[in-house]
Nanobody
């Protein structure tokens, strides 16, 4: 069994920064890609960023240049550094860990005020 726990969400003014963390624990034998999705109120969950086991990163166009995904393999943790936040970044952010199959966290709320 694998547990995935996000942290770091909160309320921030437009232009501010937040850093999300996501730690995986449990029976992890092979940790592959790690990523972030977000779901705004009344909308579908959408992909934000991914980092592969080799460190290759990819981002949705709307966050390129503002968000940075990184990982610490020793800690089974993935991070999302979010800078120059905009009100449209407001959403519940979910972490997904691929370790044989996909494991999702419970989500952390990010609210950006204008």
């Amino acid at each position: 069994q694998v547990q995935v726990v996000e942290s770091g969400g909160g309320l921030v003014q437009a232009g501010g920064s937040l850093r999300l963390s996501c730690a995986a624990s449990g029976s992890i034998f092979s940790l592959n890609a790690m990523g972030w999705y977000r779901q705004a109120p009344g909308k579908q969950r959408k992909w934000v960023a991914t980092i592969t086991s080799g460190g290759y990163t990819s981002y949705v166009d709307s966050v390129k240049g503002r968000f940075t995904i990184s990982r610490d393999n020793a800690k089974n943790t993935v991070y999302l550094q979010m800078n120059t936040l905009k009100p449209e970044d407001t959403a519940v952010y979910y972490c997904v860990i691929t370790a044989g199959k996909d494991y999702w966290g419970q989500g952390t709320q990010v609210t950006v005020s204008s």
